[in-house]
Every structure is written in C-alpha cells, then in structure tokens.
C-alpha cells in the first residue's frame, strides 16, 4: 500500500521560507519519479515540480528559481525548499509520484500572508 505523509507547512510572511518533506511509504521508492503537487483554495490541483530517481529537476514557470525540490532514496523522502513565498503560493501542499499511484496523504497547509 502506497502512502504519503507530508510536513512542514506553515503560515508565513511574503519573502519567506518553507522546507516541506514528504514520507514515502513505498517499495522500491528509489526507481519512482517523485513529485510535489499543490491545490489552492478554488483551484484544481496541480503537479508545480518533480524529480528523477537519478535527480534531475523539473519546475513549472510560477516556482523556477524559487523551489527546489531535493530527494533521499534511503529514507524515502522527498523534500521541497521554498524561497521568496508569494500569497499565490498559498496552497494545500502533497507529494506522489509521476504519474500518480496510490491515494493522496492529507497534506501540508502553506498560507504566505502578512
């Protein structure tokens, strides 16, 4: 059974800083596409970065040169660091592989506000 538990979310000031991490509970995680996903209030959710088994990155415009997104295959996590928030980062925040598999975990709120 595939599971994620992400953390580290938080409310933060625009400009500021966030490091969320995601649990993977799934066999082999080293052979899998990892990626983060957000879902902002109204909005469908979206895949925003992604990373090989090998660790090449992927970024869509709205977070390039501010996100980074970094993984461990020992652990089985994935990490995204976030740099120079902006309130249209405000969003429900999960992890999964790419393509999907398994359900989703509940996820991290990320609220950037002043």
């Known amino acids: 059974q595939v599971q994620f538990v992400e953390s580290g979310g938080g409310l933060v000031q625009p400009g500021g800083s966030l490091r969320l991490t995601c649990a993977a509970s799934i066999s082999i995680f080293s052979i899998y596409r990892m990626a983060w996903y957000r879902q902002a209030p109204g909005k469908q959710r979206e895949m925003f970065a992604r990373?090989?088994?090998?660790?090449?990155?992927y970024y869509a415009d709205s977070v390039k040169g501010r996100f980074t997104v970094s993984r461990d295959n020992a652990k089985k996590t994935v990490s995204l660091q976030m740099d120079g928030l902006k309130s249209e980062d405000t969003a429900v925040y999960y992890c999964?592989?790419?393509?999907?598999?398994?359900?989703w975990g509940q996820g991290t709120q990320v609220t950037v506000s002043s």
């Open positions: 990373i090989t088994p090998g660790g090449d990155t």
């Open positions: 999964n592989t790419f393509p999907t598999r398994g359900g």
